[in-house]
């Protein structure tokens, strides 16, 4: 309905649309195999194809559209094809009133890759790394009011319907749950202790799961894998609608802006039934008693959960010297938390964090964020995957070579806390006006083992960056502008 | 940088002696713009001479001494959306403003000690400075029937050690500037080769930056351009983050 609504107001259009369209394919090899179940190469194509039309009456009309294919060669070949629809809006004025309405992103906050306030659009974590972060934000339906009074700003966004993250579950190298682990896990449950009237049932299910997951092609993992993506989604018209407001001041030299919100969690929460989480835990089945409630309460053994929190925070930008200095800081209530024991917890929590940039070379950008996340009120042994203080580094330089042919940038991101650290080194060759090869790698590090079992997940003490720490690799990519 | 009809006429601006600076004020005075809309492709040519191409719409407006610019690119494609806004106040410190597409918000860039290439040309950001070197000295070095020739010897803060400009006396606007390196070599030359008279001002439509030394060059070209436009075309708005934002 909406595209052909945009579609309707671009005939009218006096001007020919501006086109933007590319194509870019990145490849990622990982020969050292640490883990028989993860991939050794993977391939990242994307197509984009962006139009762009000024209406006679001042109207304008953005339509973007990406078409993706994803490729991972491991103990077997697992490939998929996808296409969305990315930036799909109108903007429409209303007296002084700016409306845009349709998908789109909407980017607060002064922090780009340890952002506190950037909040409101979901991000796609289904290729980790591999993805460059400015394709990472989901644009979703929006209704933006914005009106200016000259250095004064005020931005309201109304969501209707919430779109949760894009997560891999299961299968890839970037998946929540690592490569592997459910099939150990199987594996593993043909040798768990049950009570004699339910072993052979036990026995069957486990074997019976353990060869379907085996024999399931590639369409019914990635069909799986989607579904378990949307589990959870709110469907009831306003349950999951979320809205927000913000006020700027744009001085001079220095801009300043408050803002608040009502938003949804975009990530998953995945809470176990304690009988469940139990088993995985003793390595045994529930016994026959137990087992009676288990499958009773079938539809909760796993529940996937998006908790509303709301927020409010601050950012600011000026220059000092040669540098620019960004900053934010922010306080949410209701913060969505996984217990020790799987079960799902909130807690407020504050935070703050600065960026610092040295953009006045054009032959050399170097920039450096930091950020503190604190959890209130919040008994840290009671916590999973996060801990009550959490820091985030990131650090970024690169350089223009030979007239902007040669562009080496090096990427670091640590978790100073549980000294775990990804580096990303990427050279970009601009061939010509159309073409660009990159070649690269990543490399992950982090004291504590990939967990590769559900026992070791269950009492997993390293961070999100420990979770790849298998997936070093070289990178290669071409990339052409048409 | 406001606009490059102006950054031309900037070549030859660090001139105080009293007959070079009598004219390069006629000069100025010639050709002073109030508000300009134009779209410029820039064209990098490599010593091998495999080129690249950018083009540009850039608007400037003058508010007394408030001068603002806006350049938004438009190609090549990677970089089409890219926006920049500076607005050069003499009382305050230059805002500068980037907004990238891909990130989806506008960065402010600190304006001091901003140096080397501009945009991978073979101009640099000096080149196009407006404020006059107040160390600099000036000497006319020649004047003919048709142009005057000026060297200029800048200050300290300058990577040049001599600049040349001819001047000729029928439009009064720069046709070669020649920039000296550290060494006193000839390292950059700048020509204008094509003019055009858009509502009595000269207005150069084609530059040509030569790197003496890479071998590298750059060619300017206006494709399209109207100077002392109504305000109105050109309101303030224009150099807003918000309008960045929206246009992005």
Redesign the interface.
């Known amino acids: 309905m909406l595209l052909c609504a945009l579609f309707g107001a671009a005939m009218a259009a006096d001007k020919p649309p ?1 086109l ?3 194509w870019r394919t990145t490849t990622a090899t990982d020969l050292a195999q640490e883990n028989a179940y993860e991939d050794i190469f993977e391939t990242l194509s994307q197509a984009r194809t962006e139009l762009k039309w000024k209406l006679p009456s001042g109207d ?1 009309v953005v339509l973007s559209v990406v078409g993706e294919h994803n490729a991972r060669v491991g103990e077997d070949v697992e490939a998929e094809w996808l296409s969305w629809v990315d930036d799909a809006y109108i ?1 429409h004025k209303v007296g002084q009133t ?1 409306l ?1 309405i349709g998908n789109q ?1 909407v ?1 607060w906050g ?1 922090l ?1 890759s340890t952002a506190l306030l950037d909040v409101l659009n979901p991000t796609d974590l289904r290729h980790g790394v591999l993805s ?1 972060i ?2 990472r ?1 989901i644009a979703i339906p929006m209704l933006r009011a ?1 009106r ?1 009074w000259g250095a004064i ?1 005020l931005d309201a966004i109304f969501i209707p319907f919430f779109v949760p993250a894009r997560q891999s579950f299961l299968g890839s190298d970037w998946s929540l749950f690592p490569p592997g682990l459910l099939e150990r896990t199987l594996e593993s449950a043909k040798n768990w202790e049950s009570d004699a009237l339910t072993e052979g049932f036990n026995q069957a299910v486990v074997t019976g799961l353990s060869d379907a997951l085996q024999q399931a092609d590639s369409a019914l993992m990635n069909g799986l894998d989607r579904t378990l993506g949307q589990a959870g989604t709110p469907t009831a018209l306003g349950q999951g609608s979320e809205a927000a407001i913000r006020w ?1 001041w ?1 001085g ?2 220095f ?1 300043l802006a408050l803002q608040g919100g009502s938003v949804l969690e975009d990530t998953t929460t995945i809470i176990a039934d304690p009988t469940l989480l139990q088993s995985l835990s003793n390595q045994a089945f529930p016994t026959t008693s137990e087992l009676g409630g288990l499958i009773e309460g079938i539809g909760d053994a796993l529940e996937f959960v998006h908790p509303r929190f709301f927020y409010a925070g601050l950012d600011a ?8 200095v960004r900053g934010e800081a922010a306080a949410f209530k209701g913060r969505a938390l996984l217990t020790r024991d799987m079960s799902l917890s909130t807690s407020d929590e504050v935070g703050a964090g600065f960026g610092l ?1 040295w ?5 050399i950008q170097a920039t450096v964020e930091a950020s503190w996340r604190h959890l209130v009120d919040v008994d840290e042994s009671m916590l999973l995957i996060r801990n009550q203080n959490e820091y985030a580094i990131f650090a970024q330089v690169s350089s ?1 070579l030979f ?3 040669l562009k080496p940038q090096l990427i670091a991101q640590i978790d100073p806390i549980r000294t775990e650290a990804a580096i990303i080194l990427d050279i970009a060759w ?1 061939y ?3 073409v ?1 090869f990159n070649v690269g790698g990543f490399l992950f590090h982090s004291p504590d083992d990939t967990p590769s079992t559900t026992e070791a997940l269950l009492t997993y003490e390293g961070g999100a960056l420990g979770v790849f720490d298998q997936n070093d690799a070289a990178t290669a990519s071409f ?1 052409y ?2 | 940088m406001r606009t490059l009809l102006l950054a031309l006429l900037i070549c030859a601006n660090p001139v105080h002696a009293k007959d070079a600076k009598d004219i390069i004020d006629e000069a100025r005075d010639a050709q002073r713009l109030s508000n300009s809309m134009q779209t410029v492709k820039m064209v ?1 040519v ?1 010593k091998s001479g ?4 950018r083009t540009l719409d850039m608007r400037a407006r003058r508010d007394g001494d408030v001068v603002r610019t806006y350049a938004r690119f ?5 970089v ?2 890219t926006q920049f806004v500076l607005v050069d106040n003499p009382n ?2 230059d ?1 500068q403003l ?1 907004y990238l597409p ?4 506008v ?15 073979d101009f640099k ?1 000096e080149d196009f400075e407006i404020e006059s070197d107040p160390q600099a000295r000036h000497a006319l070095l020649s004047e003919s029937e048709s142009e005057w020739k000026i060297e200029t010897t800048p200050g300290p803060s300058s990577s040049y050690t001599k600049i040349r400009t001819t001047i000729p006396k029928a439009d009064k606007l720069p046709r070669k500037v020649e920039y000296f390196d550290k060494a006193g070599n000839l390292s950059r030359e700048l020509t204008i080769e094509k003019v055009r008279v858009v509502n009595g001002i000269p207005a150069p439509t084609l530059t040509v930056m030569k790197n003496k030394r890479r071998g ?1 060059s750059t060619r300017m070209e206006v494709l399209d351009i109207r100077v002392n436009v109504d305000a109105n075309e050109i309101p303030e ?1 224009v150099f ?3 309008y960045m934002e ?1 246009n992005g």
């Open positions: 501006e933007k369209a590319s304008r903007d700016k845009r992103v980017r002064k780009e460059p400015e394709d934000r914005r200016d700003g700027q744009y001079p030299g801009d930008s000026s220059t000092l010297g040669v540098f620019t940039d953009l006045t070379n054009p032959n223009n007239r902007n042919q601009r010509s006006d159309h660009q990339t502008w048409f | 990098l490599s495999r080129e690249q191409t438009l190609e090549p494609s990677d089409a959306g305050q410190v805002e980037m891909a990130l989806g918000r960065t402010r860039i600190s304006g001091k000690g901003r140096s080397g290439s501009f945009m991978g040309s950001y590298t708005e807003t983050t918000s929206e």
